[in-house]
């Protein structure tokens, strides 16, 4: 990354931005913290980036009658981590799920408006949803590893999607991604053992791992570390921000330190709405609507 | 007094000692507003009198009903004319038994004398007299314990723990009782079984090919060899639950994938009770429909083609056997699938892995103990099941691998041997003991392997 971008180029790259960003002072109705934003409520803060890897425009999701998420416009940029933070159930997750369409196994759940991925809509009836999938990783608020090996929890992805023409290919890909989830050295002489013999905070990275092994281009991570101890919270966050070298990531948190620590951006989320993104000092240090400085000062959610 | 008029009277003794077990409770504490300073609440009062009213009379009234028979039968017997008393046991039990029909004014198989009507007026009246003395001490055993009960009572009285502690044993107590006639139908089959290779060497019944279980009668009685092999037996069910695990393990379980992991909510909460009627079909209407309907088109098909097929197939006793365990299959295994955490299957869908590879490769791996637990016990059932095999399998013991031949099974043979007029010394009786006991070694063997696969995979993500 080059600095930031200039308000020009921004006008420039985000030419399918439909929405006029509100950086003013916030309604005066939204002081409630109980009460939800109205619809036609502005994201305040630049909900665009320059150099985004996906771009959400107006993203509506319902469960049955449920609004779950609200007129949404978001954008996640490129080598970058992005933090979503908010109260419990404010659809923080949803809309993580949305980016790689995980809420297709939802049957109830539906998603209106544009969300794409390197110009490409992934809500286009044509698109396939595999690739998209090995594209956009995911990774899981509890450590789920599969009831296999090491290696061969590693080797899934890369099998089913015929990335090794050979086992020692194969071979390298494992190692390379156990490398890179910092890994390799804990569990290089055991990669026949089941993955679920592994420590929570071993068996995270092995999921990270495993993503990692299908070659992604954005990792989405839901509250990787809620069921891991400081020390093992602390490997993942440190290895987020070396894989930040060459992949996008997008994280659900609830801890504000974390998000602090590891992510450049910061979305707060309330009650479905999308309240303010901005640069991560400048949420932590300076937030500019009422409901993100209630919550990052903890008088509530 | 009738014994089922003593029960009732003997329940309502147990509500009116509930009502004042409770009520003096209460009133040891000054009515409801010391409610508080009970130990217990003022109902387990109530259930502790009733409990105490009801059960040591109800144990009492089941002795009595357990023994009445055999005491006043002595009685009559003590009573008889000492000639008639010396008579040998065979011939005093058919006596006490036309005194009996006399008492009852059934029919009697032979002339009615003056002693016999005198016995068995002794025995009516010595039945009126047990009955009335069984009211009497009941009832009065009933009241005494519960006064005593009720005198008990008091606000440091631990009601709540003591009535616990006799529910516990309750509890006991028929858990006993179960696993008792278990043992007790064990043992019987064991004892018998024991009889029966006094007769019959094991190793001629574990190992001999041949079945033939007439037994001559008289020394120049032809054609009676008596070969007691369980092979052919044992062959004829396996080829049969063979057949049937074939049908059942593919359907059943293609069955459950589909309703597990495709169907929606809706078909699923109305396809699965619809499969489980299945299991509620009688088996003896899936005998009638192997016997009628399938074994004759088997035999049409087989024929038009060439093939010479039995009447009495093992083909069409298994695929009716097959259909009849489908939902064990597919039941169990809709279970154990659905066990299968959701965050497995995200994990695949999140690596970009389609629905079939994820349920190929995830979640049938993750399931596999608890299906192979299921399709043992189906496997269990099939190898036990009678009615189909009875009514479409045949009696001719072939020791065959051709499903178009007819077969017998181990079950249909226990039938035949039991059906119609029995010698209890005889080895052909005695012969479906044994059979009894074999098939229970393996059922039970199946069902452990089964129930231990079972267990053991519910363990995997708890």
Same mark, same amino acid.
């Given at each position: 990354m080059d600095g930031l971008p200039s308000e020009e180029e921004q006008e420039m790259t985000t030419e399918t931005a439909t929405v006029d960003v509100d950086v003013t002072v916030? !309604?005066? $109705?939204?002081?409630?913290?109980s009460k939800e934003l109205d619809s036609n409520f502005q994201t305040v803060g630049e909900v665009r980036v320059a150099n985004a890897r996906m771009t959400c425009t107006d993203v509506n999701v319902y469960y049955g009658d449920k609004?779950? +998420?609200?007129h949404c416009n978001l954008d996640i940029g490129e080598n970058q981590v992005i933090a979503m933070i908010g109260p419990s159930g404010c659809g923080k997750s949803t809309f993580l799920r949305c980016l790689n369409r995980m809420? @297709?196994? +939802? !049957?109830i759940c539906r998603v209106t408006g544009e969300i794409k991925l390197d110009q490409q @809509? +992934?809500? !286009?009836?044509?698109? !396939?949803?595999v690739p998209l999938r090995a594209q956009v990783g995911m990774v899981f608020q509890k450590p789920n590893p599969f009831p296999k090996s090491i290696y061969d929890n590693i080797a899934y992805g890369p099998r089913i999607h015929g990335l090794a023409s050979s086992r020692a290919e194969l071979d390298e890909i494992v190692e390379r991604s156990l490398s890179k989830a910092g890994l390799w050295n804990e569990v290089k002489d055991r990669l026949d053992q089941p993955g679920n013999g592994l420590s929570g905070g071993q068996q995270q990275r092995l999921c990270i791992a495993r993503t990692i092994a299908v070659e992604p281009e954005v990792i989405l991570m839901d509250e990787p570390c809620s069921a891991l101890d400081p020390i093992a919270t602390a490997k993942v966050e440190e290895l987020i921000d070396e894989l930040r070298q060459n992949y996008t990531i997008a994280i659900v948190t609830h801890s504000m330190q974390q998000a602090a620590r590891v992510s450049q951006r910061t979305a707060y989320f309330h009650l479905g709405s999308l309240v303010e993104v901005g640069e991560t000092t400048q949420v932590f240090?300076?937030? $500019?609507h009422k409901l993100t400085e209630d919550y990052i000062t903890g008088r509530f959610g | 007094m009738q014994l089922s008029v003593l029960v009732f009277v003997l329940l309502g003794v147990m509500a009116l000692a509930y009502h004042l077990g409770r009520r003096r409770s209460l009133a040891t504490v000054g009515g409801r507003v010391g409610a508080r300073s009970l130990h217990s609440l003022p109902s387990y009062y109530g259930f502790y009198t009733a409990l105490w009213a009801g059960l040591p009379a109800l144990l009492i009234a089941g002795l009595w009903v357990f023994f009445e028979g055999s005491i006043i039968n002595s009685m009559v017997v003590q009573g008889l004319p000492s000639e008639l008393r010396e008579l040998p046991p065979a011939q005093l039990g058919l006596l006490m038994n036309d005194v009996n029909n006399l008492a009852s004014g059934n029919i009697v198989s032979g002339e009615v004398d003056a002693t016999m009507q005198r016995a068995a007026d002794h025995l009516n009246e010595l039945r009126s007299i047990g009955s009335t003395a069984l009211a009497i001490a009941v009832l009065s055993i009933a009241l005494g314990t519960a006064s005593l009960a009720w005198r008990a009572i008091g606000p440091k009285m631990r009601a709540r723990n003591r009535v616990e502690v006799i529910v516990s044993s309750l509890l006991v107590v028929s858990s006993l009782i179960a696993i008792l006639t278990t043992v007790g139908i064990v043992l019987s089959v064991l004892f018998e079984s024991f009889r029966f290779f006094q007769k019959v060497p094991v190793t001629d019944f574990l190992f001999g090919l041949e079945w033939s279980p007439q037994v001559a009668l008289r020394a120049d009685q032809v054609g009676a060899s008596g070969a007691f092999g369980a092979i052919p037996l044992f062959a004829g069910t396996l080829l049969i639950s063979f057949i049937a695990l074939l049908v059942a393990v593919p359907v059943g379980l293609m069955s459950a994938i589909y309703l597990a992991d495709y169907a929606g909510p809706k078909l699923r909460s109305n396809a699965k009770p619809v499969l489980e009627v299945l299991a509620g079909v009688p088996t003896v209407v899936y005998g009638f429909f192997a016997a009628l309907t399938l074994a004759p088109a088997i035999r049409g098909v087989g024929e038009s083609v060439g093939l010479s097929v039995s009447s009495e197939s093992a083909l069409a006793a298994g695929l009716v056997m097959g259909i009849m365990i489908i939902p064990f299959v597919s039941s169990l295994s809709d279970d154990v699938i659905n066990a299968v955490p959701q965050s497995l299957r995200d994990a695949a869908y999140a690596l970009g892995a389609t629905r079939s590879e994820t349920i190929r490769q995830v979640v049938l791996p993750a399931a596999l103990p608890g299906i192979m637990g299921g399709i043992l016990l189906a496997a269990s059932r099939a190898i036990g099941e009678t009615m189909i095999v009875v009514m479409a399998a045949g009696l001719s013991a072939n020791l065959t691998a051709n499903p178009l031949d007819s077969v017998t099974t181990v079950t249909v043979q226990i039938v035949t041997l039991l059906v119609g007029d029995q010698e209890f010394d005889s080895a052909k009786t005695l012969a479906a003991f044994a059979l009894g006991l074999l098939l229970f070694v393996v059922t039970l063997g199946l069902n452990i392997v089964a129930l231990h696969i079972v267990r053991k995979y519910r363990e995997q993500y708890e």
């Open positions: 916030p !309604d005066p $109705q939204t002081a409630s913290h609004h779950a +998420i609200k809420n @297709d196994t +939802i !049957d @809509d +992934i809500y !286009d009836k044509r698109l !396939d949803v240090t300076n937030p $500019q | -």
